[in-house]
């Protein structure tokens, strides 16, 4: 197989695996990353990002703290900051109906811990809506990746908290209107040949890992 990893592992081609079983398997090769890895990751990953044309037009970005082995893009927000770009973070919605908030965040922003233990800013800030963005209007929203293939379809956490947030700007729900550019982030070691695609995932405008840019097609 040809997406053998440098480490000799097995590929992870055989299409006998289901979904779950999938981002087993990946989850555990980000989190296997030595800490010197997964700071040199980061650092080539956001260089990436900072040569990007939407990235150095956006004045709203929203990223991601990493969990679970996840590739780092805090390092931009200083970035962000020099620009007069705004940062925002996902918040799980208060109303559990599995969708996400993105709520302005700096270092004053009041944070807890969700249920799944990552860090978000407390939903009674974010509730005040000045400090929070409609999806709509951000500009670019960087999403955390479990598995991308190289036709640019990604596979998530399994909630489908980004599928459900974003299901509008699906092409199939109508007409283009304004929409963030969605920009998948994946350690190398999460690529793998080809993904199943179910009809909600919504489609990437970009994959960007610490070794390239994927450009997919919308
Ligand atoms: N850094 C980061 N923040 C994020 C996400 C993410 O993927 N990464 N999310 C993207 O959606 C949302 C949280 N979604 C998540 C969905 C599942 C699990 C998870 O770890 N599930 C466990 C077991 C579930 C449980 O504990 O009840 C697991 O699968 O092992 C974590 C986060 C919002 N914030
Ligand atoms: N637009 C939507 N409306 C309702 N349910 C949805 C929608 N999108 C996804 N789901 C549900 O969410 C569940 C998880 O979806 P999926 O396996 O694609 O997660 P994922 O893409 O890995 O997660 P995420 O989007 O959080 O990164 C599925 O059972 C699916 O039915």
New binding site residues.
């Given amino acids: 197989m040809s997406n053998t990893c440098a480490s000799g592992e097995i590929g992870i081609t055989d299409t006998t695996l289901t979904r779950a079983q999938l981002?087993r398997l990946l989850?555990q090769r980000r989190r296997q990353l030595s800490p010197g890895e997964q700071r040199q990751a980061s650092q080539r990953l956001c260089r990436q990002l900072r040569g990007l044309p939407e990235m150095l037009s956006a004045r709203h970005v929203a990223l991601?703290?990493?969990?679970?082995g996840?590739i780092d893009p805090v390092p931009l927000l200083d970035w962000l900051r020099q620009r007069n770009a705004n940062a925002y973070l996902?918040?799980?919605r208060p109303l559990a109906d599995n969708a996400?908030w993105f709520v302005r965040y700096d270092a004053r922003t009041p944070m807890i811990r969700?249920?799944?233990g990552?860090p978000?800013p407390d939903s009674r800030f974010g509730a005040l809506r000045a400090r929070r963005m409609p999806t709509w209007a951000l500009d670019v929203i960087l999403l955390?990746l479990v598995g991308f293939d190289d036709q640019g379809q990604r596979i998530?956490?399994?909630?489908g908290?980004?599928d459900r947030t974003l299901a509008f700007t699906h092409p199939q729900n109508g007409p283009s209107r304004p929409r963030p550019r969605l920009i998948g982030l994946a350690h190398e070691v999460q690529h793998v040949e080809s993904l199943p695609v179910a009809s909600w995932d919504v489609p990437l405008d970009a994959i960007v890992s610490d070794e390239r840019v994927i450009r997919a097609r919308r």
């Fill in positions: 981002r989850r991601y703290l990493p969990n679970d996840e996902p918040v799980l996400l969700n249920r799944f990552i978000e955390p998530g956490m399994g909630g908290f980004y």
